[in-house]
């Protein structure tokens, strides 16, 4: 599922670039919203999703107990 949804970058992007190409008949516009939307992208990675720590998959993690 993950990469499924990674993988509508590579459709929305062409398709985005050509309706702000059509609409503004410049490329220029076309990059600065790829810049907005990368540097909205590393804003929710450095403050929305948090730490990122491995997960403990043994079977006394899942259990609950700690010895």
């Known amino acids: 599922m993950q990469n ?37 992208g590393a804003f929710f990675y450095m403050f929305v999703i948090g730490r990122i720590e491995q997960v403990d998959w043994s079977p006394r993690a899942r259990r609950g107990t700690a010895g």
């Open 4 to 40: 499924r949804v990674g993988n509508l970058a590579g459709v929305a992007a062409p398709a985005l670039t050509a309706l702000v190409v059509e609409r503004t008949g410049q490329f220029f516009w076309a990059f600065a919203v790829a810049t907005g939307i990368v540097l909205a």
